[in-house]
C-alpha cells in the first residue's frame, strides 16, 4: 500500500510563507492524482487542492491565488508552496492520493475520493 509522509510544517507569521512536502513510498505516486486538505480545531476537513498525474491542478477558492501546487516525480514528492499565509490557514495539512485515479475530477474535494493518507503536518500562522 502506498505510504505518503508530510513535512515542512511549522509556525510562520501572518503574511508569511511555508511550502510543504508529501513524499510517496513509491514511484507509482507519479501515476496518482494528488490532493492537499487540511483540518483546524473543532473544523471539519477541508480541501485545499489537487494536482493530476499531468501537472493540472485545481484549488479551494479560499487559497486559490495564495497556494501552488506541484510535483516532482523524479523525487515521488508534492509539494504544497503556501504564500501570504493567514492566521486562518492554521490547520494539520494532510497529502493524500487516489491510487484508482489520476485526474482531479469534480468531487476532487471529497475526502471519499481518495484512499491513501498522510499522517498531517501542522502549520500555525500566528504573529
Known amino acids: 500500500q502506498l505510504q505518503l509522509v508530510e513535512s515542512g510544517g511549522g509556525l510562520v507569521q501572518p503574511g508569511g510563507s511555508l511550502r510543504l512536502s508529501c513524499v510517496g513510498s513509491?514511484?507509482?505516486?507519479?501515476?496518482?492524482?494528488v490532493a492537499w486538505f487540511r483540518q483546524a480545531p473543532g473544523k471539519e476537513r477541508e480541501a485545499v487542492g489537487c494536482i493530476s498525474d499531468s501537472g493540472s491542478t485545481k484549488y479551494t477558492d479560499s487559497v486559490a491565488g495564495r497556494f501552488t501546487i506541484a510535483r516532482d516525480n523524479a523525487k515521488n514528492t508534492v509539494y504544497l508552496q503556501m504564500n501570504t499565509l493567514k492566521p486562518g490557514d492554521t490547520a494539520a495539512y494532510s497529502c493524500?492520493?487516489?491510487?484508482?485515479?489520476?485526474?482531479?475530477?469534480?468531487?476532487?474535494?471529497?475526502?471519499?475520493?481518495?484512499?491513501?493518507w498522510g499522517q498531517g503536518a501542522q502549520v500555525t500562522v500566528s504573529s
Open positions: 493524500t492520493a487516489d491510487t484508482y485515479g489520476s485526474g482531479c475530477g469534480a468531487e476532487w474535494w471529497r475526502p471519499a475520493e481518495y484512499d491513501s
Open positions: 513509491s514511484p507509482t505516486l507519479g501515476a496518482y492524482a
